[in-house]
């Protein structure tokens, strides 16, 4: 009996028992087998679900991974759009630096600094190369103001800007949109650690965007500068090009603006020029850039020029042997328009010179350099 576990059945409602026996060795091997099953379902089981938790991860990290793909090609053609720019901005600046003349400038050059505070730079003995002082708005810019540079002193503080959470918001937006989680994923990200370590990703997408616009602000206020200083640089040189700073021709003034006494009628009159005595056929030229308004006889100015160089400003040129251009012409500061001469009321070789500004005669002699 001791090799063999007896096994009763008692029916409810049938008579007589009916009773087996089972080998304890089949008992034993019955047991170790389910247990050995028992296990075996556990790995198994165990495994299945790691699996699947891998088979989630793996789709998950698949979405993710398409995201940043996706946000990384944005970014690169929002930084290819920045160097565009930056381009564009290194381009007028060496415009600029050619035209103001500072291409070969060197910042390295030592100085010099005066007790007013004033920088001179100096050669190697310690002497002073030049009398523009390094301070002064001919010699280096100033350093640089405005609200476009005053707007990158708060890029360390975007938390706090509004346009930053604008961002993070929208971010989380279209990060659960790509996980289906359209409706209360601010709650799924807190309790699910995958979830939530992708959505930290709105983070960083959010800064690098409040930064990048905060800089593409800054470099198009700065190219607008640029070409307002460009075109202020533009004006400033067609102005100055357009002034009558030159006298128009090698010789004597021999009467000055202002009243006189008239050589043809002896009457006290108004001289509204100056008068240049040379010899004959001596060149005529343009004081400054303009276009010819008259080329031709004037009575009592013999053969005359006008010249309107814009701004309201206006030369006259009277008395001439002989005229070199006409009623149209562009012409240029140093141009020769004419030669001097004896035609018209005149005493003498000489070119009677006049400036008008809004028709107004002016002193010539207020505007000459040379």
């Given at each position: 009996m001791d090799r063999y576990f007896p096994v009763m059945i008692v029916p409810e409602r049938e008579k007589g028992v009916r009773s087996f026996r089972i080998p304890r060795v089949v008992f034993h091997a019955a047991v170790f087998?389910?247990?050995?099953?028992?296990?075996?379902?556990?790995?198994?089981?165990?495994d299945y679900w790691k699996i699947l938790r891998q088979v989630y991860q793996n789709k998950h990290l698949?979405?993710?991974?398409?995201?940043?793909?996706?946000?990384i090609q944005l970014f690169q053609m929002k930084l290819n759009t920045l160097s565009e720019d930056l381009e564009r901005i290194h381009i007028f600046e060496t415009k600029l630096?050619?035209?103001?003349?500072?291409?070969?400038?060197?910042?390295?050059?030592?100085?010099?600094?005066?007790?007013?505070?004033?920088?001179?730079?100096?050669?190697?003995?310690?002497?002073?190369d030049g009398d523009i002082p390094f301070n002064s708005p001919l010699?280096?810019?100033?350093?640089?103001?405005?609200?476009?540079?005053?707007?990158?002193?708060?890029?360390?503080d975007y938390p706090e800007a509004p346009e930053y959470q604008n961002l993070k918001d929208l971010y989380e937006k279209?990060?659960?949109?790509?996980?289906?989680?359209?409706?209360?994923?601010?709650?799924?990200?807190?309790?699910?650690?995958?979830?939530?370590?992708?959505?930290?990703?709105?983070?960083?997408?959010?800064?690098?965007?409040?930064?990048?616009?905060?800089?593409?602000?800054?470099?198009?206020?700065?190219?607008?500068?640029?070409?307002k200083l460009d075109q202020f640089q533009l004006d400033k040189d067609s102005f100055l090009r357009s002034t009558p700073t030159l006298l128009p021709t090698k010789g004597w003034i021999t009467s000055y603006y202002g009243p006189r006494i008239s050589p043809t009628s002896k009457r006290l009159r108004m001289h509204e020029g100056i008068d240049i005595g040379a010899r004959?056929?001596?060149?005529?030229?343009?004081?400054?850039?303009?276009?010819?308004?008259?080329?031709?006889?004037?009575?009592?100015?013999?053969?005359?020029?006008?010249?309107?160089?814009?701004?309201?400003?206006?030369?006259?040129y009277a008395h001439a042997k002989?005229?070199?251009?006409?009623?149209?012409?562009?012409?240029?500061?140093?141009?020769?328009?004419?030669?001097?001469?004896?035609?018209?009321?005149?005493?003498?070789p000489h070119?009677?010179?006049?400036?008008?500004?809004?028709?107004?005669?002016?002193?010539?002699?207020?505007?000459?350099l040379d």
């Open positions: 087998f389910l247990v050995i099953f028992l296990v075996l379902l556990g790995i198994l089981t165990y698949t979405i993710e991974n398409r995201q940043l793909k996706e946000q630096r050619t035209i103001t003349g500072l291409e070969d400038a060197d910042l390295t050059q030592p100085v010099h600094r005066t007790k007013e505070g004033e920088e001179f730079p100096v050669n190697e003995n310690g002497e002073s010699s280096s810019p100033q350093k640089p103001q405005g609200k476009i540079f005053k707007d990158l002193e708060h890029l360390k279209k990060i659960a949109t790509n996980f289906g989680l359209q409706t209360s994923y601010s709650y799924t990200k807190e309790w699910n650690e995958l979830t939530k370590q992708s959505f930290t990703m709105a983070t960083v997408y959010a800064e690098f965007d409040y930064k990048f616009n905060v800089v593409k602000s800054f470099v198009n206020d700065l190219e607008v500068n640029i070409h004959t056929g001596t060149p005529i030229v343009a004081v400054a850039d303009g276009t010819v308004i008259f080329a031709g006889k004037k009575p009592g100015f013999g053969n005359f020029v006008g010249i309107d160089h814009g701004y309201g400003v206006e030369s006259y002989g005229l070199f251009t006409k009623k149209g012409q562009l012409v240029k500061r140093g141009q020769r328009i004419a030669s001097i001469g004896n035609t018209g009321a005149s005493t003498g070119v009677h010179y006049e400036v008008r500004v809004n028709g107004t005669p002016v002193d010539p002699l207020y505007f000459i």
